[in-house]
């Protein structure tokens, strides 16, 4: 079936550091993909969409110079948190819908869990 | 804007029982498509079932079967002979037609005791 491979599935760094999460639709293409965050024991907040070939659309109070979205390929979007602080510290999980319509499955990647120091 | 509202935050059910989880949403829009999904563990994100709201016949996928009231705007799932591995996070969800993002309610921890 199709799969949706997330990486890193874990990263620990420091302040100040910029990390790239990368989120790839294996066997398919993902025109659109989405990218969520996950506070501990909380529901799935949606940060952004990623578009293929354009600039990503960003949900209201996601800060769009902290979190850049790029999608160059149909099957690779990358997520990365500039100057991260330890307020960044979350779980992080992509998604891509496998075809156009909205009623089809959304493939979700495993999630990053995201430690800054 | 359309919300998604989980009132229960958890729930606990002996192995075999029967236990529903409730889900409300709102929306103005008449086209949509509504879901839930399951969050074990793991954290991995598995779709357990979904429900296109033009369809009046509730949706069953073996031991899970939903209760879709749209004039309520309720959706509920229902658990049949409840596994000790259906112990997970549940997560009810809304898109609308025409569009792919997902609103999500805030969940309900389910826990399946032996």
């Known amino acids: 079936g199709a799969v949706v491979s997330q990486h890193p599935s874990w990263v620990i760094c420091k302040s100040g550091t910029s990390v790239k999460i990368e989120c790839r639709s294996l066997d398919f293409q993902a025109t659109t993909m989405f990218w969520y965050r996950q506070f501990p024991k909380q529901s799935l907040m949606l940060m952004a969409t990623?578009?293929?070939?354009?600039?990503?659309?960003?949900e209201q109070g996601v800060e769009k110079d902290k979190f850049l979205i790029n999608h160059a390929s149909l099957t690779l979007s990358t997520l990365t948190v500039t100057s991260a602080h330890p307020e960044d510290s979350s779980f992080y999980i992509c998604s891509a819908p496998q075809g156009a319509q909205s009623n089809q499955p959304q493939h979700f990647g495993d999630g990053t869990r995201l430690s800054i120091l | 804007a359309q919300t998604v509202t989980q009132s229960q935050p958890e729930m606990s059910v002996q192995e075999a029982e029967t236990v529903t989880l409730s889900c409300t949403y709102d929306?103005?829009?008449?086209?949509?498509?509504l879901f839930w999904y399951k969050q074990p563990p793991s954290r991995q994100m598995i779709l357990v079932i979904r429900?296109?709201?033009?369809?009046?016949q509730n949706a069953t996928e073996n031991r899970f079967s939903v209760n879709f009231q749209k004039a309520a705007k309720s959706f509920s799932l229902k658990i049949s002979d409840s596994q000790l591995g259906d112990t997970a996070m549940y997560f009810c969800a809304f898109a609308l037609q025409g569009a792919q993002k997902l609103v999500f309610g805030q969940g309900t921890r389910l826990t399946i005791n032996p």
């Open positions: 429900q296109e709201a033009y369809k009046q």
């Open positions: 929306t103005s829009e008449s086209n949509y498509y």
């Open positions: 990623s578009n293929e070939g354009s600039k990503a659309t960003y």
